[in-house]
Structures are given as structure tokens and as C-alpha cells.
């Protein structure tokens, strides 16, 4: 295929690729360390709770609220436990954020359960409320999910436990306001642009990427590439089973193009016919330039009367279309599906035998396996 639009890596507001493809792409890219970034805070916080639970124990009055307070705290040291053991094991993306997204609300609801249980509060509590915030941007989650949250803690926060605070005047009640939407601005936008950079980072190496498999004259895969994933089907094949195709075609007489009309008319006459092609196969098959005026199609999960019907519509495609300064131009095609115990040297050979049919039957023809 096609080098990918630039605006496929454009970013949204939210720190994330617009492009839902790419933006999962990268989310899976990074499972890895959002996974033990999210152990190792979930850690922290276990080990802060135990802290919490042996000074509140030695403290603490024995009351009612006492006791609940333990038990909360006891709780969140089990969950905080049973988070750094879940995440480093997970496989998905979508999953993790779930986890995360749910240990952020049970932080907010912690805390706010917490100062329920106080008669009065002080000052140390609106601490707690900025350490909290500063938590639920640490975990690596969506930046909308993080947001919606935090602004939902704020406005909980400053509805009724702050009015708990002694001797708190009203213009404190407001200055705290104005504390913690600057908390809240910094860290949107501290997230935001930490989030940006990852993603213009893999953006660029992508497009690297995408450049070392990219054939130079047609933008459609190069050889490398098409072998790299020939071996892999050849694999996945010879182990599950699952079908595929090759075709494998080439522009016919086109050294008389190149004589008649000049080695800048063949590359063109190359590169219109590899957009003729790329318009008409799948966003799964692989199109890659073999050499000279030759092209491969591996076509995954396709039988050899599917890949030769494929075959017939490109070349009638090619047939029907005008290649200036060239005219007339045709290709012919050789198709094999993969069999069992075939390697990618035995199917290519199938394939290029059948192509070298194709060509002394006349030209212009498909040939595929009986």
C-alpha cells in the first residue's frame, strides 16, 4: 500500500492520534511499559496505606470512625495489591485502562469516604485533595478519562468537605478553588504534552518504518518486505492451516517500452500500473514491487480460484486502461496457493513457472494451479 496521509498522524486535543487505527496501534505499542508504570504506582500506594494504617493504629482514638477508616485503608492496601499483580499480566490495551480508569475511582471515592469521617478537618486535607489530583495523572490513562475524574473529585472536594475546615474564611474557600484549577491546568497540560511527544515519537519511527519497506519508484512495498511477511504466512500456514495465494505478474514487452519510449516512460508506465493495482485489492493483501517490471500480491485467507479471479479483474483492469505515452499495455499473471509442506522458494517457484506459462501461451493471460 501507500505511504500513509500526514493527517493520519495528526494529534487531537486529547494527546491522541486521530486516526483510531493508529492511535490502537500505539496503544499496544506501549502495554508493555504502561503495564509496570501502573504496577509500580499501585505499589507505592499499597505501601503508603500500610504506612497510614500502623500511624492511624498507634494514633488514631479507637472510635467508630476509627474503625471504618482501618477497613477502608485495609482495603485499598488489597486492592492497590491485587492492581500490581493484575496489570503486569495483561495482554490488552482496553483492559488496562479499564483497570486503571478503576483505581482512580476508587482513590476519589477513598478519599472523599475519608474526610467523611472526620468531625473537622484542616488544612492538611485540601494537601490530600492536590495528592490525589497529581495521582490520577500519574496512572497512565486516557487523558479524557483523567480529566472528566479529577474536575468530578474538585467539584465533590469543595461541595461539602472543605466546608469542614476550621476557621475557614470565605476568601480561603476561594483561593483553594483557584489552587486547584491551576493544579488541574498544569497537569491537563503536562499530560497533554507528554502524551504528544510519545506520539509524535512513534509517529516517526513509523514513518521510518514505513519507508524501509517501501519500494522507492512505486511507493508500494518493496521485496524485503514482502519476503518478511511470505514467511510469516508460510509459518502461520504450516501450523493452522489457513489458506493463501500468490501473484505473481509482470508488464508485458516492456523492454520495447523502455527502447521505443525511454526508461523515464517505463518507470511511469511502472507506477501507473501499481496504482491501477493498489486501487483494487484489499487493505490485507500485501502489494510489493519484485524487481524490474515485475510485481507480487501475497493475498491472506484466499483460495486459488479467488486469487485467480482477482487476477483476471486486475488484468482486464490493466488491459482497459490508457498508459501514456505507451499504448495497448497488458500484463500476465501466474497464480499458486500455498500446499502443504510448501516453503516461500517452492510457492514463488510455482508462481513464477506459472507466469512463465502465462507468457509462451501469449501474453496477457492468467495462469494458476489446476
Known amino acids: 500500500m501507500y505511504m500513509h496521509d500526514k493527517k493520519e498522524y495528526k494529534i487531537s486535543l486529547l494527546g491522541e492520534f486521530i486516526d483510531k487505527s493508529i492511535e490502537d496501534e500505539f496503544l499496544t505499542d506501549n502495554l508493555s511499559s504502561s503495564s509496570k508504570i501502573a504496577s509500580s504506582i499501585a505499589l507505592v500506594i499499597g505501601l503508603i496505606m500500610m504506612l497510614f494504617l500502623v500511624n492511624g493504629y498507634m494514633v488514631d482514638d479507637r472510635t467508630p470512625s476509627f474503625i471504618n477508616i482501618i477497613l477502608i485503608r485495609l482495603l485499598i492496601i488489597i486492592i492497590s495489591a491485587i492492581i500490581f499483580i493484575i496489570a503486569k499480566k495483561l495482554k490488552s490495551y482496553r483492559n488496562l485502562i479499564y483497570l486503571i480508569t478503576f483505581y482512580q475511582v476508587i482513590m476519589v471515592i477513598y478519599y472523599l469516604f475519608v474526610l467523611t469521617q472526620y468531625h473537622t478537618l484542616n488544612f492538611f486535607s485540601v494537601q490530600g485533595l492536590m495528592v490525589i489530583t497529581l495521582a490520577i495523572y500519574i496512572l497512565p490513562n486516557k487523558i479524557m478519562f483523567s480529566l472528566i475524574l479529577s474536575i468530578i473529585f474538585s467539584i465533590l472536594f469543595f461541595l461539602y468537605p472543605i466546608h469542614r475546615i476550621e476557621e475557614f474564611e470565605a ?134 480460484r479467488e486469487a485467480e479471479e482477482m487476477a483476471e479483474r486486475m488484468r482486464l483492469c490493466i488491459r482497459n486502461n490508457l498508459y501514456d505515452p505507451a499504448t495497448n499495455i497488458t500484463c500476465s499473471f501466474g497464480v499458486a496457493t500455498y500446499e502443504k509442506n510448501d516453503t516461500t522458494q517452492s510457492l514463488l517457484r510455482k508462481a513464477d513457472n506459472l507466469l512463465l506459462q502465462a507468457k509462451i501461451n501469449g501474453k496477457d493471460r492468467v495462469a494458476s494451479m489446476e
Open 171 to 304: 476568601y480561603e474557600y476561594y483561593k483553594l478553588i483557584a489552587y486547584q484549577i491551576m493544579l488541574l491546568i498544569y497537569c491537563i497540560v503536562n499530560n497533554y504534552w507528554t502524551e504528544l511527544n510519545k506520539r509524535e515519537k512513534f509517529a516517526a519511527n513509523r514513518k521510518l518504518l514505513e519507508l524501509s519497506s517501501k519500494d522507492p519508484l512505486t511507493g508500494i512495498y518493496n521485496r524485503a518486505k514482502f519476503d518478511n511477511d511470505m514467511n510469516k504466512w508460510v509459518s502461520l500456514s504450516g501450523r493452522y492451516g489457513n489458506s493463501f495465494s500468490v501473484i505473481l505478474f509482470d508488464i508485458d514487452g516492456f523492454k520495447e517500452i523502455n527502447d521505443n519510449y525511454g526508461h523515464l516512460a517505463g518507470d511511469s508506465v511502472a507506477v501507473k500500473i501499481a496504482e491501477t493495482i493498489n486501487k483494487s485489492i484489499r487493505d490485507t493483501d500485501i502489494f510489493a514491487r519484485w524487481g524490474g517490471d515485475e510485481f507480487v500480491l501475497l493475498l491472506p485467507n484466499t483460495d486459488i
